[in-house]
């Protein structure tokens, strides 16, 4: 099971902070379903031993500076234009459009024992959202989890009854963690259970970036493919702020010129590329129901 087991201690202060609980069960009312990117090996999520690889996320330098441009130079607004951007990935891989992501507390001047290190995110979102709407909507849900932060997690696991429909040994409300390194300390998610962490880094005018994965969950051919959607989805919607989610691509070049070879067949025909990202997305939906399937249906 996930390790919600309360201290004493923890039993005090979720007994002390009304409000902030008043806030967490109202912001997770309503069904709760685990965002993640579909599984290479669904199989393995019982008992398994996990092992984490890395690789590496680049931008380009046009993307970069786009991004710091946008977030004026402040690393805050740089994690909230970055967490939108996993949002709109996650959105666009699961079709789900009630997407949660965690991210850590603020690093803190004084380091000790905190009731938690680490902020439920979760956006609830429409088709005709823009880009720019759900900036503003990461940013209100990033400032209202920090300022509600001290109401100890397990205590909302345990009052939602929520479990993990992957394993019990992991996070029921989240299974994406999105860290700057800059504001946050890579310390306080070390011993928080997660399967993937889009990890980034402002360094001389530069974002360098890692994605680390759960290998015995995800092929490194998967993990590539993310990352390469997570640098087409910026090229198009960081010059267009106000494109409505389910516009925007996410497709790569190598991705369209694949997806040409397949539906041309080595035929020379006309072909609408809108028609190809859907077939895309169906494919997408095909791979997730084939990998969540009950069996023996």
Same mark, same amino acid.
């Given at each position: ?17 009304? !409000?902030? !609980? ?37 931008? $380009?330098?046009?993307?970069?500076? /786009? ?7 402040? #690393?805050? /607004? +740089?994690?909230? +234009? ?9 959105? !666009?891989?699961?079709? %789900?459009?009630? @997407? ?32 720019? #709407? ?15 932060? %001290?109401?100890?997690?397990?205590? +909302?696991?345990? *009052? ?8 019990? &040994?992991?996070?029921?409300?989240? &299974?994406?963690?999105?860290?700057? #390194? ?7 998610? *070390? ?5 993937? +962490?889009? $990890?980034?880094?402002?360094?001389? *005018? ?60 080595? *035929?020379? @025909? ?10 895309? #997305?169906?494919?997408?939906?095909? !791979? ?10």
């Amino acid at each position: 099971m996930y390790k919600n087991e309360l201290s004493l201690e923890q039993v005090v202060i979720a007994n002390q902070f009304v !409000k902030e !609980k008043e806030y967490w069960l109202d912001k997770l009312q309503g069904e709760i379903e685990k965002t993640y990117f579909p599984y290479d090996f669904p199989g393995n999520n019982e008992s398994r031993q996990e092992t984490r690889n890395k690789i590496d996320l680049h931008f $380009s330098e046009e993307i970069d500076s /786009r991004l710091l441009s946008i977030a004026g130079n402040s #690393e805050r /607004r +740089l994690l909230m +234009l970055l967490a939108a951007g996993l949002v709109v990935l996650l959105h !666009k891989y699961t079709g %789900n459009k009630d @997407i949660i992501i965690g991210t850590p507390i603020l690093k803190q001047e004084v380091q000790g024992d905190f009731v938690n290190t680490l902020l439920i995110l979760r956006h609830r979102l429409d088709a005709g959202t823009t880009f720019k #709407e759900l900036l503003y909507m990461v940013k209100q849900t990033l400032v209202e989890a920090t300022e509600n932060q %001290n109401y100890p997690i397990k205590s +909302l696991i345990r *009052e939602l009854k929520l479990h993990s429909p992957v394993s019990g &040994d992991e996070n029921p409300l989240f &299974d994406c963690i999105i860290l700057l #390194e800059n504001i946050h300390d890579r310390g306080y998610i *070390e011993d928080s259970p997660f399967n993937i +962490l889009f $990890s980034f880094k402002v360094e001389q *005018e530069k974002i360098p970036a890692h994605i680390e994965y759960n290998s015995t969950l995800y092929s490194e051919d998967m993990i590539n493919q993310i990352v390469r959607h997570f640098q087409s989805l910026f090229r198009h919607v960081l010059f267009n702020l106000d494109l409505p989610l389910d516009q925007i691509p996410v497709l790569s070049g190598d991705d369209r010129r694949r997806l040409l070879d397949e539906f041309n067949n080595n *035929e020379t @025909i006309s072909i609408d590329f809108n028609t190809i990202v859907d077939w895309f #997305e169906n494919q997408v939906k095909k !791979k997730i129901q084939y990998l969540f399937r009950v069996p023996g249906n």
